[in-house]
T-cell receptor
Framework: QKEVEQNSGPLSVPEGAIASLNCTYS??????FFWYRQYSGKSPELIMS????GDKEDGRFTAQLNKASQYVSLLIRDSQPSDSATYLC????????????FGTGTRLKVLA | DVKVTQSSRYLVKRTGEKVFLECVQD?????MFWYRQDPGLGLRLIYF???????EKGDIPEGYSVSREKKERFSLILESASTNQTSMYLC???????????FGPGTRLLVL
């Protein structure tokens, strides 16, 4: 069974702090990794994608990938109350397939 | 920008009714997907389509069918709605196999 696991939370951080969200996956052949943000009652929207080992930064967001450890994380610097949402990790299966495997999400609460 | 639209935001139907959910994308994407999202279960793939008239079952196809007669349009059909099909239904589109999936706004379906 191919799985993507996330801590459901809630993860509570004070405003201005760094929020660290983690995701592990079971299929060593996975090639593409995505973080989506989902506000309550809304659909997921892409935050970051990462395809190779290391860090990828975009504004206040940094995605980190370690394929050897089968681990992908999302750091949110200077967290704002507007960052309060559920963050979904998604992983693609090996090349030639179309499907994502989604984690069940981590709920983040940024306290003002 | 990719735009994925869904025919209804909210829908209330009776048990046994035939229900049509429609999804349209405007970016000439090859792949389209239907998911349902339930609390604690995350996003689960119902069906996906990689070309016009082509479809494959996802993880939970029972009770559903799909239609893709035109590239931009992917329909989900509940042949005989049941209360356990009450859920948030999300459509997504994707250009290619390892690329980002873009989500529509979702349809919240209540079956009474």
């Amino acid at each position: 069974q191919k799985e993507v696991e996330q801590n459901s939370g809630p993860l509570s951080v004070p405003e201005g702090a760094i929020a660290s969200l983690n995701c592990t996956y079971s299929d060593r052949g996975s090639q593409s990794f995505f973080w989506y943000r989902q506000y309550s009652g809304k659909s997921p929207e892409l935050i970051m994608s990462i395809y190779s080992n290391g860090d990828k930064e975009d504004g206040r967001f940094t995605a980190q990938l370690n394929k050897a450890s089968q681990y992908v994380s999302l750091l949110i610097r200077d967290s704002q109350p507007s960052d309060s949402a559920t963050y979904l990790c998604a992983v693609t299966l090996p090349s030639g397939t179309y499907k994502y495997i989604f984690g069940t999400g981590t709920r983040l609460k940024v306290l003002a | 920008d990719v735009k994925v639209t869904q025919s209804s935001r909210y829908l209330v139907k009776r048990t046994g009714e035939k229900v049509f959910l429609e999804c349209v994308q405007d970016m000439d994407h090859e792949n389209m997907f239907w998911y349902r999202q339930d609390p604690g279960l995350g996003l689960r793939l119902i069906y996906f389509s990689y070309d016009v008239k082509m479809k494959e079952k996802g993880d939970i196809p029972e009770g559903y069918s799909v239609s893709r007669e035109k590239k931009e349009r992917f329909s989900l059909i509940l042949e005989s709605a049941s209360t356990n099909q009450t859920s948030m239904y999300l459509c997504a589109s994707q250009r290619g196999g390892q690329e980002t999936q873009y989500f529509g706004p979702g349809t919240r379906l209540l079956v009474l």
